[in-house]
């Protein structure tokens, strides 16, 4: 893309988890460009000026401190997870647009390439757990409706 030169970078997650957009509020993009972290990131499109040449971007997500299944809230951030790297080349007066794509859980990596993946990272595993849980979770409901309704019976 003709203009200044550096990296656009393209920071994407899951939107149809529930609650709808939960990584907007309950996560945060990082992007590391050659070894140097990169200030106020956040989700959607940013512009980052680099010079010309090949550039090695490693970008993750960071939890804020409720996600990351800790017991024990406390007032540090979680621990990063969906780490992708990628070797960018950016041509002098232009810029060369990453998508990342954050996973959907923190068990596999995060995408990060030119275009946005069709499916997002993880999608397979979320498509396997997401249905056990929720049979888990209605026998759960349920157990507690029966054990409710003999107390109040018996």
């Known amino acids: 893309m003709p203009g200044s030169t550096g990296i656009v970078v393209r920071a994407l997650y899951f939107p149809w988890l529930f609650p709808p957009h939960i990584h907007r509020w309950m996560a945060k993009p990082s992007v590391v460009i050659n ?4 200030p106020d990131i956040g989700w959607g499109t940013t512009h980052v ?3 010309p040449g090949v550039h090695h971007v490693r970008m993750g997500t960071i939890p804020h401190w409720l996600v990351g299944f ?14 992708a790297d990628a070797m960018v080349p950016v ?3 232009h810029s060369t647009t990453i998508c990342y794509q954050a996973p959907l859980n923190q068990v596999p990596a995060g995408a990060l390439g030119p275009e946005p993946r069709e499916r997002f990272p993880g999608w397979r595993y979320y498509r396997v757990t997401a249905p056990i849980l929720a049979v888990f979770g209605l026998f759960l409901a349920v157990m507690l409706i029966l054990s409710i309704v003999k107390m109040a019976t018996g």
């Open 70 to 83: 800790k017991l024990v809230p406390i007032l540090l951030p979680g621990i990063p997870f969906g780490f």
């Open 35 to 38: 070894g140097e972290k990169v």
């Open 49 to 51: 000026p680099v010079p």
């Open 91 to 93: 041509a002098p007066e």
